[in-house]
């Protein structure tokens, strides 16, 4: 406890350096939560410790508010450990706990309005997303830049939307809104098998006798992994201790929610980016002071300010989207790891396609590997075949007496006729939106691409326009080449051009597409849900979107229209993920009482992804993968650290450039490379330029980088973005 009067370092949010030093108007511990002035602003920080800045008295000023909540030691030790891993800088892995706007202030007094949804008006998109919004916050009042921010919409169409009353003023935002204490209870209605209750059991165990530990559960599909990891978070919450768990946006569906309410006898806490800014701040403090002990969320739960975590589930730990990629790179997975490890708390990942990273750490004994082999109430796992295109060619077809090239083969088009004739749903996997990813001249070669960003523009059917895929930015099509006039013309296949293809060949068939751009929220999402559940739709068209988290007990048939695409990336993560999506891809088929099987089209049967998913062998799959990793010292047997310089200009983004790699110091083991022209050079009309820093395993690159770094002055007008472990090589 510091007394009123010491001069104590503040580490503040959102100011990227390691704290200054202010004067104690009252006693604090250390942690405790402070306001602030810097350069006339408040801010919110905390007591790091003693100050240490030798400033003379009179210039260290007060500190301005002493608040009675505070992060525990090992919070403050996690914040370190993470920026010394991530390079983030200290106060602004602060920001990322204090992530709610004036989170010591009564919130603004700002207008309420209600959506009335008795109002009949025509539903556009815009208008849907908007009731979209409060339904992804349970229909509670929102504030207009709520509703903007949520639905992502403009100013135009909520004022729109308050005249013709569709929107509906309740008054003002209140003060703070009470949070009561919520109590989960045991429904104790499940009965887990054998095998789930041994794996509960040793999870248990580790929870009881406390410590850290890592538990990867490992279970195909549709073996009930979820069950346990409830048993789990039962056991930890019943002894008094926090839980998180944490999933990917995508799969915090309907069918989740009602299966915790089941377990838990109410619905979760949830937290996700979709939350509006009163309901963030009553979750937030509600962690804070203990009266929320379960949250259900996505990466960002994990920066809460838990009281006494007890346990972390981290589901589909394999997923991507625990890869913050935006605003400083961290892994969601990892830095949850590092701050049970630090607590001294139990981890379970669960996976039915576990990350390199995790099996090599189950090789090493560091983790602990539970098996879950059987699929849950007897459903079969599905027969997984290639169909070899060299040998079944998709005949073109013809539309408005035009030809067209055919991506759907023989065996393909005969296993949909059947499924439909058993009156059962088919899904089309397709791993791009749009209809054709290529518009080109026949003549000279010219081709579509965004004016902003070096990437193809993709022509979109449903929006009758071009899209940059990467910046949003849209074109009509142009009618001729711009270059020398000849005739263009689109290739490659987007789902689009599926459903097209699907149309004419099965006219009568209900089909829906399912792609990001389409399913916008997870609400439109659980709408195609309940339609594909109610059995309006004979055949899905769509992206990894459905891949995971869904039971569909009819749907006894995917196919996969381009199972090689993805496999030929120059990342070297390519297969890996590649075999996680298909996997799980095919782990929709059959889930019900019907048995399901799966096609994989594809021009090279023989590639061992393929031969390893046909043959349902993951583990002879991940073992060759590795085995190669660890040949070409690649993640998880070595390093890597991605430096990424970013310019508008770029002959002074090349100078930087140039001056950076003249400063690569020489190493012991490790090595520096570039720079070289990333893979996507513009985006946004920012120049883009990459260094690769490769090491063992065992070698200490995040000093080196940042002493790298410091020896050549940063221009004004250069971003460096420094990414760990980097997932993307663009
Ligand atoms: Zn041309
Ligand atoms: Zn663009």
């Not at 390691?18 to 511990?29: C, I, P, Q």
């Not at 560091?366 to 998709?394: C, F, H, V």
Request: glycine share 8%; with cysteine; charged share 20%.
């Amino acid at each position: 406890m510091f007394n009123a009067g010491t001069i104590v370092k503040v580490l503040v949010a959102n100011i990227p350096n390691a704290g200054y030093d202010y004067r104690l108007t009252e006693s604090a511990d250390i942690g405790t939560f402070v306001r602030v002035n810097v350069m006339n602003r408040p801010c919110v920080g905390i007591v790091w410790g003693l100050g240490d800045s030798n400033l003379p008295e009179n210039k260290i000023k007060n500190i301005s508010a002493v608040f009675s909540s505070r992060l525990n030691i090992s919070d403050m030790q996690w914040i370190a450990r993470m920026s010394e891993w991530t390079l983030i800088p200290m106060g602004m892995v602060l920001r990322l706990i204090v992530n709610i706007p004036d989170a010591f202030c009564p919130p603004r007094m700002e207008p309420l309005y209600e959506y009335n949804s008795d109002m009949s008006c025509r539903m556009t998109q815009n208008r849907q997303a908007v009731a979209d919004a409060y339904s992804s916050n349970d229909n509670d009042a929102m504030t207009i830049s709520d509703i903007q921010n949520i639905a992502r919409v403009s100013a135009a169409v909520v004022r729109s939307m308050i005249k013709n009353e569709t929107l509906v003023p309740v008054g003002v935002q209140p003060k703070n809104r009470d949070v009561p204490e919520l109590i989960y209870r045991d429904c104790g209605n499940i009965v887990l098998n054998s095998q789930q209750q041994s794996a509960a059991d040793v999870i248990g165990a580790s929870i009881e006798n406390g410590g850290f530990s890592v538990h990867l559960l490992d279970g195909i599909t549709g073996s009930g992994k979820t069950q346990v990891y409830f048993d789990s978070a039962w056991r930890a919450y019943s002894a008094g201790r926090s839980v998180l768990l944490m999933m990917p946006e995508i799969a915090l569906t309907a069918q989740f929610m009602s299966r915790f309410k089941n377990r838990f006898g109410q619905v979760p806490v949830v937290w996700h980016s979709n939350l509006t800014a009163a309901r963030r701040r009553e979750i937030w403090h509600g962690v804070l002071d203990g009266k929320i002990k379960m949250v259900v969320g996505t990466r960002s739960a994990l920066f809460l300010p838990w009281q006494d975590l007890g346990l972390i589930v981290i589901d589909e730990e394999h997923d991507t989207s625990y890869k913050q990629e935006d605003m400083g790179n961290y892994h969601a997975r990892d830095m949850a790891i590092l701050r049970a490890k630090i607590s001294g708390i139990p981890v379970v990942l669960a996976s039915a396609t576990p990350s390199a990273e995790t099996l090599e750490n189950v090789n090493l004994g560091k983790y602990k590997q539970l098996k879950l082999t059987s699929r849950y109430g007897g459903a079969q796992l599905p027969d997984i075949t290639t169909i070899d295109l060299r040998e079944n060619r998709p005949e073109s077809y013809t539309v408005d007496e035009t030809q067209q090239t055919g991506f759907l083969s023989q065996p393909l088009c005969d296993a949909i006729s059947e499924t439909l004739a058993a009156g059962h749903q088919s899904m089309l996997f397709i791993n791009r939106r749009g209809f054709a990813p290529i518009t080109q001249c026949k003549k000279c070669g010219w081709t579509a691409v965004c004016s902003e960003c070096s990437v193809g523009m993709t022509y979109h059917k449903r929006i009758g326009k071009m899209l940059c895929h990467m910046c949003g930015r849209t074109m009509q099509m142009p009618k001729t080449c711009p270059d020398c006039g000849g005739d263009v013309s689109m290739r490659g296949v987007g789902l689009e051009k599926i459903e097209q293809e699907v149309k004419i060949r099965f006219p009568n068939v209900r089909t829906a597409l399912v792609s990001s751009d389409i399913i916008s929220s997870r609400q439109s999402l659980e709408r195609l849900v309940n339609k594909i559940e109610q059995g309006e739709i004979d055949i899905i068209i769509g992206t990894q979107i459905l891949a995971k988290g869904h039971h569909f007990p009819n749907l006894t048939l995917v196919g996969v229209v381009d199972a090689d695409m993805g496999l030929f990336g120059t990342d070297f993560r390519a297969a890996e993920h590649t075999f996680q999506q298909l996997f799980q891809v095919s782990g929709r088929a059959g889930r019900g009482e019907y048995a399901g099987r799966v096609l994989l089209q594809t021009y090279q049967p023989e590639h061992p992804v393929l031969t390893a998913i046909c043959a349902g062998d993951r583990d002879s799959f991940m073992q060759t993968d590795m085995m190669g990793r660890k040949m070409a010292n690649m993640p998880p047997y070595g390093q890597l650290i991605a430096v990424i310089i970013e310019g508008q200009r770029e002959s002074s983004l090349q100078a930087y450039c140039n001056a950076l790699r003249d400063a690569i110091p020489n190493l012991k083991g490790a090595k520096i490379m570039g720079p070289i022209t990333a893979q996507i050079y513009q985006i946004r009309n920012w120049y883009r330029m990459r260094f690769l820093v490769a090491g063992p395993r065992t070698a200490n690159l995040q000093p080196v980088v940042s002493s790298w770094l410091k020896t050549v002055k940063q221009p004004v007008n250069i971003r460096v973005k420094i990414d760990v472990n980097p997932m993307n090589f663009m």
